[in-house]
């Protein structure tokens, strides 16, 4: 089914890694092809017109298209974020064609109907913000913040985001708009898409209700001594699994280490430090 | 002289800008400069040892398990390991590695290299993938297409396919790494998981599907490519090749380990052993201040954007003072020195079904090769290994991290040789540093005004009109990866 009418993305990456856009290839269903050539939602997809890792253009004609779009189209495209954004040094640390990537950011996003965050780095600043965060990086929010930017901004956090909360978000943002506050978490995830503590729907849950702990890796139990963060995570991982749902994180005995909460890397590190119970508790208290 | 900026260079990993000088058709003088800096090696300094390789895969997205690999490579050295991994331990890393390098192919040579090549106006009449041809329409002139339009068709054709494959290859990874970008099971000591039944003829079944697409379409699609541009054995070539080697062997009954890939240098023709002291990173035309040359296991470089006489944010890495072209490239032509027979004999195949021989390999279409030999042996490889697994057997030894330790992991990402050295101290990371593959192929001029590989592949070239076709094509076939190059 080809698309009939068609919603443009500007899918611009920062200080990132392009994990989050190779998560997204390995979406299943709907899978890329589909995510490229097809309706989305009956009667509306999503037309890629930048995306620096796939795109036929290079150099100047690239840049074109990232010119072209905010003009054309205002008010009408998605701005999709991947990677954090560099603020020290004027932004010298992150350049894309010979422009600091926050002034990139900051004219692109003026224009755009609403912003994905999508990754923990562009949702929440992520690895390269983490202590000492030599570059200045900025998670999305935070920098429109501070430069005075108005527009909506959903995150889609985890380090890489699952292609489902990704297609979810979008699916949501097509058919009934922009989000409700109420439809947002306390840290501006959608909650149809996050809500829900690892811990609490764990299948090595029933481990940890009597007391049977893995001490080292590859051990059964659950993985609470190891540092797992599952009781401090907001995710879908443990019923949707990752990759066509082959496994996941705890299911090849490894803890989780809380990727897509605001405070990772540096409030998960070390990986494999146990949770205190003020900890865990702290979540309970957020969202609930 | 007309000075040209391509910035960004798109379908490759993150950001990279090249610009170059065109005097009477010929790129007289270019430059590769990365345009971002993020600084892992900084935000590791004080941590936990055992972080390293979760954060240190966050360098990368496309490649995350070399990095998990190679930081486990490095603690396995510090806490005295090496010899100790069990068979099964190995044998996973390797597998989920392997698995790992098989995308990467793929994605390489489809969705990032082909639309340089191809003909976006020959799906016009194809109501399936015709909304793709806009997205990959070069949005200017390109010269020197050669396919004919039923081979366009074809090869798009295979361009969707592959889309699939290389999903299906990361399938792989995370059956036995947890998932993927970001595998989770690659730990110092072995790996966390140990695969049921189940899982192990759910990789045999995923792993016989994209190892029939390489051998029906990926390989004859390469031959296609390199009979058609036969020429480009000659353009963008380098010389000097280099191979950390990688995939350790589990020992064998007469206790001989070794690794998959070998070890070692290729200089004017001739093989030499690697000696890992040799390595420095030069900063000269780099934005950092400190000592111009070092070992990567004693460097305090210290970033300063806008340094005097710097152009690029990636550092020069060198060999005795000689830069050096890393990746599949330098591992098949390495390979067919040091290699075991079924490396040989692959390579000898691809290489006479090419028309090549083993000194074309340091070139646009010899890099496209080698990733193609390359992607039929590791899956091959990864089919003995498979088999060679003990369900019942353990998967890691436990280890205690010390106070103080030193350690170093070489080993090979899909785009070349990869390094990590670690120093710890008070049972925290005290220094840690990467050389990436792109470090080596992407590096500027070094202290004595030698330009870095891909600088050398470009600088002589005979483009047409600004040489945006000509450049794009010869800095792809490195495979560069930004982030990696960066960290």
Known sequence: ?288 | MKRIVIDPITRIEGHLRIEIEVEGGVICKARSSGALYRGLEQILVGRHPLDAQKITQRICGVCPVAHSTAASLCLDDALGLRERIPKNGSLLRNLICGANFLHNHILHFYHLTLPDYLDPSALSGDRDLATLADFLSPGGEVYDRRFSQEENRMLFRHYAEALTMRRKAQELVALFGGKVPHDMSIVPGGVTYRPSLGDIEAFRFRLREVRSFIEECYFPDVLLFVKRYSDYFDLGRVGNLLSFGGFPLPKNSQGLGGRLFPAGILLAGRVESLDAEEITECITSSWYEGKEVQHPKDEQAVPKPGKAGAYSWIKAPRYRGEPYEVGPAARIAIGLHLGDEPLKSLANEGLREAGAALKDLSSVAGRHLSRAIEARYLALKMEEWLESLDPDGPVAVPFEIPEKGEGCGLTCAPRGALGHWIRIEEGRIRHYQVVSPTTWNASPRDESGQPGPIEQALEGTRVQSDGLTEAGRIVRSFDPCLACAVQ
């Open chain 1, 1 to 288: 089914m080809t698309k009939s009418r068609t919603r443009s993305v500007i899918w611009f990456q920062g200080a990132g890694c392009t994990g989050c856009s190779i998560s997204l290839m390995n979406s299943e269903y709907p899978d890329i092809q589909n995510l490229l050539l097809d309706e989305l939602v009956p009667g509306t997809g999503l037309a890629f017109r930048f995306h620096a890792t796939l795109m036929g253009p290079t150099g100047r004609p690239a840049l074109e298209v990232l010119e072209r779009i905010p003009e054309a189209q205002a008010g009408e495209y998605f701005l999709v974020v991947e990677g954090a954004i560099p603020t020290a040094e004027d932004g010298r640390f992150g350049m894309v064609g010979e422009v600091p990537m926050a002034e990139r950011v900051r004219a692109l996003a003026q224009k755009a109907v609403a912003v994905v965050a999508l990754g923990t780095c562009a949702a929440y600043g992520g690895i390269p913000a983490g202590t000492p965060n030599p570059s200045g990086c900025l998670g999305t929010g935070a920098f429109f913040r501070k430069e005075g930017i108005e527009v909506p901004v959903v995150n889609v956090p985890g380090c890489p985001p699952h292609p489902r909360w990704f297609v979810e978000t979008m699916v949501h943002l097509l058919l009934f708009g922009l989000p409700r506050p109420e439809e947002l978490d306390e840290v501006g995830r959608l909650k149809s898409v996050y809500q829900g503590l690892i811990h609490e729907n764990c299948p090595r849950r029933a481990d940890f209700d009597v007391g049977r702990f893995a001490s080292a890796f590859g051990q059964p139990g659950c993985l609470y001594e190891l540092g797992c963060k599952g009781p401090y995570t907001d995710s879908h991982c443990p019923f949707q699994r990752w990759n066509g749902g082959v496994n996941w994180c705890i299911g090849a005995g490894h803890p989780c280490i809380g990727c897509c909460e605001p405070e990772f890397p540096d409030g998960m590190s070390p990986f494999y430090r146990k949770f205190t119970a003020e900890e865990a508790k702290a979540s309970y208290r957020r969202n609930r």
